[in-house]
């Protein structure tokens, strides 16, 4: 049975119903805000679900989003209208940086502390799959065989050579 607590912040509320969604639904790279909204309110963390939720959804924990005025970094806006739990190596708007990224352990209602050791095993699997789907990244030494016979120096040199 879930423990209901009224000092559950609605950044952690929406932050726990977008983590539930990616763990039970793991073939998903992310979630519309509706869908978000509808998994916290069936999670019934609050009773009545609260309004600031969707605001939250929508603005307020969207890392790549200008803060107004919540600046957590716990979404990324994917697309329109589109969410996922914020991944470190995101991009994010400046004026969020060291903003809250997770819940702390201690404000986690009983019973969804597990969520915290699952997001840390989850970001560090998606980037170990951006980095290996990067196309800069698997870019990487496919010019070396240009200057192959010759130092990088020179030929740099050689290329220079006519400019003023």
């Given amino acids: 049975m879930t423990q209901v607590l009224e000092r559950v912040l609605v950044a952690d509320e929406v932050w726990i119903a977008c983590a539930l969604l990616h763990r039970e639904h793991p073939e ?74 997770t819940p702390a352990a201690e404000d986690i209602p009983e019973g969804y502390g597990n969520l915290l050791d699952w997001y840390k095993n989850w970001t560090q699997n998606s980037l170990a799959e951006r980095i290996k789907n990067d196309p800069l990244l698997k870019a990487r030494g496919s010019g070396k065989h240009i200057w192959a016979d010759e130092p990088a120096d020179e030929y740099v040199r050689r290329l220079r050579e006519g400019w003023e």
Avoid: Q, W
């Avoid at 519309?32 to 924990?61: D, F, N, Q, T, W």
């Fill in 28 to 101: 998903a790279a992310d979630f519309s805000i509706e869908e978000i909204v509808e998994r916290a309110k069936r999670e019934g963390l609050h009773k009545p679900l609260r309004r600031g939720v969707y605001v939250h959804v929508v603005l307020h924990c969207v890392a790549n989003r200008p803060p107004n005025p919540g600046r957590y970094r716990m979404l990324l806006e994917t697309s329109t209208g589109r969410r996922r739990l914020f991944n470190h190596g995101d991009p994010y708007h400046p004026d969020r940086e060291e903003a809250k990224i």
